[in-house]
C-alpha cells in the first residue's frame, strides 16, 4: 500500500435505529480517511454516535448505507466473516463497557483474542505477560475479571486490545474511569507500544490534552462529522 493512501477510508456511512416506533437517524453520511500510523481523535457529547461509529469499523454493526475500505479494498460483511477476521488479527477494539468474560481470570480475558485465533506461541504468551505487568495487573493474573474495579477492568481492556499487536486500534473513552495518574501512565504505554509496533488508531475521547496527541480531531454532532 502507497504510504499516501489511506489505511482506512468511510464513505458515505449512515445508520438509524429504531426508536418508539421511528426511525432516529444517529450517524449521516460519514466520510473520512485515517493514514497509516495515524492518530485520529473524536470527540462529541454523549450520544452523538461515537461508540455507533466504532462499532461500525469494527464490523460489529452493520452500516445503513456507505462504506468502509480497508487498505483499499471493500470491507464486505457477508455473514461477518470477514470483519471477525479483522478483529481477531489487525483490530484491537478498547470497549467503553470493557466486555469482559468476569467469570474467567484476568489472564483469561487477557489471551482471549489468542485462544479464538486458535494458535499462539511463547512468543506471544511472554507479549501477554509483559502487557499485564505493564498495566499494574500483574498480581491479579489469577483473579476473577468481576471482581476488578472499573479502572483496573479498563486496564485489562487495553491490554487486551494490544495482544495481538493490531494494525489499527479503536478505542471508546479508554480513560474514562481511570484517574488522573493511571491516565498519564496507561497513555505513556500507548506511545511506546506505538514506537515498538506502530499502528492507527481512533480514539474517543473527552480531554483537550488528548487532542494534543493525536495526529487530527473530527468533532461528532448531530450526526455530522467537523474537522476541528
Not at 489471551?111 to 512468543?123: A, E, S
Not at 502487557?131 to 500483574?138: A, F, I, P, Q, R
Not at 495481538?164 to 474511569?177: K, R, T, W, Y
Request: charged content about 25%; some cysteine.
Amino acid at each position: 500500500m502507497n504510504q499516501k493512501e489511506p489505511f482506512l477510508s468511510l464513505k458515505g456511512i449512515s445508520k438509524s435505529f429504531p426508536i418508539a416506533g421511528k426511525r432516529i437517524p444517529i450517524l449521516k453520511d460519514i466520510s473520512f480517511d485515517v493514514f497509516k500510523e495515524e492518530w485520529i481523535g473524536l470527540m462529541g457529547p454523549s450520544g452523538s454516535g461515537k461508540t455507533t461509529l466504532l462499532s461500525i469499523i469494527a464490523g460489529l454493526i452493520r452500516p445503513d448505507r456507505g462504506k468502509i475500505l480497508w487498505k483499499g479494498k471493500h470491507l464486505p460483511y457477508f455473514f461477518d466473516i470477514y470483519p471477525a477476521y479483522l478483529r481477531n488479527r489487525h483490530i484491537g477494539v478498547i470497549f467503553q463497557d470493557f466486555r469482559l468474560v468476569e467469570s474467567e481470570t484476568v489472564w483469561e480475558n487477557l489471551i482471549l483474542p489468542l485462544r479464538i485465533r486458535g494458535w499462539y506461541g511463547k512468543n506471544q504468551l511472554d507479549y501477554a505477560q509483559w502487557l499485564l505487568k505493564k498495566v499494574g495487573l500483574e498480581t491479579h493474573k489469577h483473579h476473577r475479571a468481576g471482581l476488578l474495579s472499573g479502572g483496573q477492568k479498563q486496564r485489562l481492556s487495553l491490554a487486551r486490545a494490544f495482544v495481538i499487536q493490531p494494525l489499527l486500534v479503536l478505542a471508546d473513552e479508554p480513560f474514562a474511569n481511570l484517574d488522573e495518574k493511571t491516565s498519564e501512565e496507561l497513555l505513556e504505554l500507548l506511545e511506546i507500544l506505538f514506537k515498538e509496533q506502530p499502528f492507527s488508531m481512533i480514539l474517543v475521547h473527552h480531554k483537550k490534552k488528548l487532542a494534543k496527541k493525536c495526529h487530527k480531531t473530527y468533532h461528532l454532532h448531530e450526526g455530522r462529522l467537523e474537522l476541528l
